[in-house]
């Protein structure tokens, strides 16, 4: 049998030489705009060694690309995550074998804020990401990450509140007493809104796994619709090491301050993850805190403790997400 003193040194041994391999690493940060991606290539102690301007247009992309990738075989590019506009870039990157990581824009807010000088440029913020990058932060993309049933999803959302709009319209119109004839093109509207929220919402149901979708659905409060936005919303669980780091991921988790020896905690949320996200999860708490007996006590007794409809609910939905995170993770249906 192996000595677990050995199997501790090889272990440490991976390690390093992971460590030793990613140093080795030649990482180019850059900072994504609309219109032009501006780079930094960074050595080992973080001194720049060579700063890039590049049109973000796909031909200028392949340019760069294939310049860098025949000059160093071991490459790594990253960049903060913007709406869309490093897709092109990460893709690229993708299909030539080039490691890419995107990088949470709090993370780099956060490392500008600690140095003295705050300086902030679009060369500054490249390497600001590259230092990042040396220190391993930014998760990896891969083609997976760029699916389209996120944006389609959202779209849906999108057109659902434009409902609710023109309903609120056809309520204040109907009050003031506005001609019926042009009500009913408010009603014409709705009934197009609501056929195209259909169709992306079926595009992006199809685009996902139905097992996985049919597996979300065994929990309470949690239907096809919730379900599809859910698995688009996170893409894949096994981001999240633990239950609590996919609270966090959703934004739902309460804000805290410590000064000296005091540690606050209040009802504040940082919002940190997607709105969409957390909507669709506050509305799956908000049903199944009415037919699951365990949520329904667990939010009756927030609501004793004096909390707001809306904190209990939201106390709810972190324990439904859990709920969640177990049945993703493990495969298996959910069961009482």
């Known amino acids: 049998m192996q000595s677990p003193f050995l199997s501790s040194l090889s272990l440490l041994s991976f390690w390093k030489n992971q460590e030793r391999g990613w140093k080795y690493m030649v990482i180019i940060g850059i900072d994504v705009a609309k219109d032009s991606l501006v780079g930094v290539r960074i050595d080992r102690s973080s001194c720049v060694k060579e700063t890039y301007l590049v049109t973000n247009t796909k031909a200028s992309i392949e340019t760069f690309l294939t310049k860098v990738a025949k000059k160093w075989k071991k490459l790594v590019i990253g960049s903060e995550a913007t709406a869309e506009y490093h897709r092109e870039l990460a893709l690229q990157c993708i299909a030539r074998d080039i490691p890419f990581r995107l990088l949470n824009p709090i993370t780099t807010k956060q490392f500008t804020r600690a140095t003295v000088r705050k300086r902030k440029t679009d060369l500054t ?8 990058l040396l220190q391993g932060e930014g998760s990896m993309v891969t083609k997976e ?3 389209l049933t996120k944006p389609a999803i959202r779209t849906a959302a999108k057109l659902s509140q434009m409902r609710q709009m023109l309903l609120l319209m056809k309520q204040r119109l109907h009050s003031i007493g506005m001609d019926d004839e042009l009500i009913k093109q408010l009603d014409t509207c709705m009934t197009v809104l609501k056929e195209t929220e259909q169709s992306y919402e079926h595009y992006a149901a199809v685009s996902q796994s139905s097992k996985l979708s049919k597996l979300l659905q065994t929990i309470p409060g ?7 936005r859910l698995l688009a919303e996170i893409g894949d669980i ?4 633990t239950g609590k780091r996919l609270v966090a991921f959703c934004g739902l988790d309460p804000k805290v301050k410590q000064s000296g020896t005091g540690l606050h905690r209040n009802t504040h949320l ?5 709105p969409y996200f957390r909507k669709a999860i506050f509305f799956a708490a908000s049903i199944a805190q009415m037919h699951d007996a365990e949520l329904k006590e667990y939010y009756e007794k927030k609501r004793q403790e004096g909390k707001q409809y809306k904190e209990a609910t939201v106390a709810v939905a972190r324990k439904l997400l859990y709920r969640v995170y177990a049945v993703w993770k493990r495969q298996t249906p959910y069961t009482v």
């Open 125 to 132: 913020d490249a390497q600001v990401i590259a230092k990042l």
């Open 145 to 147: 990450s760029f699916t």
């Open 222 to 228: 949690i239907g096809p619709t919730t379900a599809t």
């Open 238 to 241: 096994n981001k999240f090491s």
């Open 270 to 274: 940082t919002k940190r993850g997607s």
